[in-house]
């Protein structure tokens, strides 16, 4: 936790790393459907980790994406793994929105994969 306010430059600065890094923009989802999806990749990736222990959100994001992702791609699933992870760190259950199976969460996610676009 900060004890001090940002100045504004700080602010500026970090706003900045956020829209380069982090920001889900290039896809072309709605909020619920960008919360669904960290939810859902958060959901099965601790799943998953009953059978895997070292299971991370990229590891799994790679292979719901079932191709050589490009660099561009790669690093949009990079830092939606350290979302994901501080996620995960601080919550041990998310909503699977009705979705029972594991096929039926990686069906969604890769939907939502599909709708990433680069500008």
């Known amino acids: 936790m900060m004890s001090t306010r940002l100045t504004e430059q700080e602010y500026n600065k970090l706003k900045s790393i956020y829209n380069k ?48 992702t490009s660099t561009w791609e790669d690093n949009i699933l990079m830092c939606l ?20 199976t594991q096929k039926e969460k990686v069906t969604q996610i890769r939907e939502f994969f599909n709708k990433m676009c680069p500008f």
């Open 81 to 100: 793994d350290i979302i994901c992870n501080d996620f995960i760190s601080s919550n041990k259950e998310f909503p699977d929105f009705g979705l029972k």
């Open 21 to 68: 890094y982090f920001s889900l923009q290039p896809f072309d989802l709605t909020a619920e459907e960008k919360s669904a999806m960290i939810y859902l990749i958060c959901g099965l990736t601790l799943e998953l980790r009953g059978k895997k222990p070292t299971l991370t959100p990229y590891e799994l994001m790679l292979k719901i994406s079932k191709s050589t």
